[in-house]
């Protein structure tokens, strides 16, 4: 394994360059934006199933169907639109998934039945998902990877807050005959807003840009080679890459974002637009566990360099399966408990992106990085997400969602924390590796000049 104690003295001014990239925060802040409408989008129809089901006489098991097919679309999906990316801009991109999805979630809310509905929700799903991953890829190349917890933290912050506070309005619109329409088109006409912003706003730094081996070098995008099939492929070779995969399969606090509605409508008894209340502390509670998590992974990569972003991920694991038990295995008759539980199982959820976003970033070359955030957010978590609400959504008709939460939300959670042990082993020595490649790549750009 190639290593080295000091860098180079002609790397200087790429760090310098790679430290400070222009523009960075306000990409940030915009996209931040385009992902607030994947956010909002993947909790829209839980917050409004309860008035949906009203309608058109569903059950739980509808709203698994539901949230299964917008997430298993995405696996599809992400890569088609990270692939896009690569021939039409990240930037164009971003502005054909937002467009066209809010189309479709538009369509959605003129649905008259159940198959409608589902139809246009699923395609609204596909058309959105491809936000997530590209937006990834941007901030990776927007930040270097001392940075790259804290922009995590305030990217997926600041996206939650914004949301949470988006879904409980949109949730009033229940009191109306057929209310869950203009929940619909609210969604929708968001969609189309933020698809004018990113293409006013957004300046995409290219790939590589915060990389201190590349960028000070011209033309560093075509020192890259080209994305192909087989080296998508090669991900998988790649073991922290196969472990966090992994990983994403096991992440049952994924389910909360589903379910939880419906568990404090149906077991709990509380209506529709009390129940939607929890949504505002879960949402502060995910901006706390992003923004003070971000900081907290860079202190610790000061102490334990390569291993302390690890230790913190398995703690927020353990967090969250501590709180989830308390919070759901008890009946409390006041909705304020569980919103105090629900900030607490945000705060456990919401450390998670500033560790393993970057974790996922460091171990990826730098032009693969897009298809690595497609595999990681819209293959991995989509299917376990969809694995989990068709099970659920099955289970709880004869189990009960409290049984099902004790399952998914306490014990996975532990056995997800013990599988990012191994990270401990191989973490380090993959990170060294697309170091060297990097480093490489510079000697020989340097060598034809």
Sequence with gaps: MATQTTPPSDTVEGAVKAHKVPHRWSNLAVLT???????????????????????????????????ALGKLVAVPAGPAWAWLAGKIGRRNA?????????????????????????IFNTLMSAAIIGGSPIA????????????????????????????????????LFTGFTDGWRYGMWTIGG????????????????GVGASEKQLADLKGREQLAPKVTARSVLSLFRIPSFSVMMLSRLLSGHLLITIFGIQFLVVERGFTNAVAAIVLVPFGLGYFAGTVGGGWLVAVLDRVLPD?????????????FAAVAFFATQYDYDNIGIYGAFWALLGFAQGANPPAN????????????????????LTVFETIGWAVFSLGAGALASTLGIQTVFLWTLVILMLVNAAVLTILYFCYPRDVARVSATLEQRRQEALDQD
């Design 357 to 376: 976003r970057p974790i996922v970033a460091g171990v990826v070359l730098p032009e693969l990085r897009g298809q690595a955030f497609a595999i990681f």
């Design 190 to 205: 968001i969609c189309i807003l933020a698809g004018l912003l990113v293409a006013l706003l957004l300046k995409d730094p």
């Design 33 to 67: 934006g385009v992902t607030v409408v994947d956010n909002t989008e993947a909790g829209l129809s839980a917050t409004l199933f309860p008035t949906i089901a009203a309608a058109l006489k569903l059950q739980s098991s509808h709203l698994g169907l539901l949230a």
């Design 94 to 118: 971003l502005i054909a998934t937002t467009l066209t999805g809010g189309a479709f979630g538009i369509a959605a809310g003129f649905s008259q039945d159940f198959v409608q509905l589902l």
């Design 307 to 319: 291993r302390g972003r690890i230790a913190y991920l398995q703690g927020a694991q353990i967090l």
């Design 136 to 171: 990834n890829a941007i901030i990776a190349d927007s930040f270097d990877d001392s940075l790259r917890g804290r922009a995590a933290g305030y990217f997926y912050g600041f996206m939650s807050l914004i949301s949470s506070f988006i879904a409980p309005l949109i949730a």
